[in-house]
C-alpha cells in the first residue's frame, strides 16, 4: 500500500522559511516522480512543484519559482520542499503527491494526508 | 500563460448522469496532456479516480470513466450516487515537468 507522511508544517512569520517533508513507503521510490500540490483555505487545487525519478529534473509553478526548491533522497525515499521568503498567499495545506513511471510524470496518483502551512505574524 | 477550464458548478439528480469536463483557455486538449481527474470532499485529500485520460485508480467504480470528447477531456458518472456530491479537479500535464490544474467543479447531486 503507498504511504506518503508529510511533516514539517507550521506557523512562520512572512519573510520566513520552512521545509516539508514526505516519507514514502509501499512502493519503488526511486522509479516515480514526485510533487507537491497546495490548497488554500476554501479554494482549489495548485500543483506547486516536481522532480523527475532522479532528482536531475525539477519543475515549479511560476507562483513559487525562485523562493521555494524541491528535493529528493532516495536513499531515504523522502521528498522535501524547502520554502523561502514566505508570503501570507502560501498559506494552505501542503499535499506530497507521487506522480507516474516516466522522468517528469508529475501529475498526481497517490496523495498524502498533507501539512498545514500557515504564514502570519 | 494557458488556463486549465472547468465548470464552477453542476447538479446532477440521483440516477442521472453527468459529464464533466477539462478544456484549455487556447487549443484543445488530447491524450498528449494525460489528464487526470480527482475527487475531494471537504476537509480530505483529494482521491484520484482517472490517471492518463481513461485509466481508473483501484477501487474507483466503473460508473467513473474518463475520454476525450471533441476538444476537451471529460469525466462522465453514471448512475450518480449522493456521496458523489463532491469537488472534480482535472490536472493537465504541460510537458517539460509542469502540470496545470483546472479551478474544479462543485457537484450537487
Known amino acids: 500500500e503507498v504511504q506518503l507522511v508529510e511533516s514539517g508544517g507550521d506557523l512562520v512569520q512572512p519573510g520566513g522559511s520552512l521545509r516539508l517533508s514526505c516519507a514514502a513507503s509501499g512502493f519503488t521510490f526511486s522509479s516515480y516522480a514526485m510533487s507537491w500540490v497546495r490548497q488554500a483555505p476554501g479554494k482549489g487545487l495548485e500543483w506547486v512543484s516536481g522532480v523527475s525519478t532522479s532528482g536531475g529534473g525539477t519543475y515549479y509553478a511560476g507562483s513559487v519559482k525562485g523562493r521555494f526548491t524541491i528535493s529528493r533522497d532516495n536513499s531515504k525515499n523522502t521528498l522535501y520542499l524547502q520554502m523561502n521568503s514566505l508570503r501570507a498567499e502560501d498559506t494552505a495545506v501542503y499535499y506530497c503527491a507521487k506522480g507516474g513511471t516516466t522522468f517528469s510524470s508529475t501529475w498526481p496518483v497517490d496523495w498524502g494526508q498533507g501539512a498545514l502551512v500557515t504564514v502570519s505574524s | ?109
Open chain 2, 1 to 109: 500563460q494557458t488556463v486549465v477550464t472547468q465548470e464552477p458548478s453542476f447538479s446532477v439528480s440521483p440516477g442521472g448522469t453527468v459529464t464533466l469536463t477539462c478544456g484549455l483557455s487556447s487549443g484543445s486538449v488530447s491524450t498528449s496532456y494525460y489528464p487526470s481527474w480527482y475527487q475531494q470532499t471537504p476537509g480530505q485529500a483529494p482521491r484520484t479516480l482517472i490517471s492518463r485520460t481513461n485509466t481508473r485508480s483501484s477501487g474507483v467504480p466503473d460508473r467513473f470513466s474518463g475520454s476525450i470528447l471533441g476538444n476537451k477531456a471529460a469525466l462522465t458518472i453514471t448512475g450518480a450516487q449522493a456521496d458523489d456530491e463532491s469537488d472534480y479537479y482535472c490536472v493537465l500535464y504541460m510537458g517539460s515537468g509542469i502540470s496545470v490544474f483546472g479551478g474544479g467543479t462543485k457537484l450537487t447531486v
